[in-house]
């Protein structure tokens, strides 16, 4: 399965999609990836912390607008990739259309990504480490 279209998921859109949405953009120039939030700060920018954790791996997050998850953008994407179980179960049971494309990012490991939403730079630094580790566990189902 070759997977196109990837859609990146969490709550705000500010903090832990994107991250993994641009860091899976650098590592995959050629694929469409999107992020989203089920409650996006929309219209808002990447959370500054976050910011400063991509620029350490030389990524430039700042052009970064939060969107909400819809409908259509369920529909094409190929790959949903999440943060936690309850949010993969939030996705299938609104839009059941889309069980069998939602996965947790941290799949291969069996793990959830916990939000560093208003914690200190230090959790969101291990959050974009894990964030890391686990994109690239994906790298060869991509």
Known sequence: MQFQ???VVCVGNICRSPMAEYFLKQQHPSL???SAGLSALVGH???????HCMEKLNIDMSQHVARQINAQLIKQSDLILVMSNNQKQHIEQSWSFAKGKVFRLGHWHDQNVPDPYQHDQTFFDQTCQ???TYSQSW???L
């Open 139 to 141: 790298q060869s189902h």
């Open 45 to 51: 920018g990447a959370d500054p912390k976050a910011i």
């Open 130 to 132: 894990n964030i890391l």
């Open 32 to 34: 469409n990836i999107q």
């Open 5 to 7: 279209n990837i859609l």
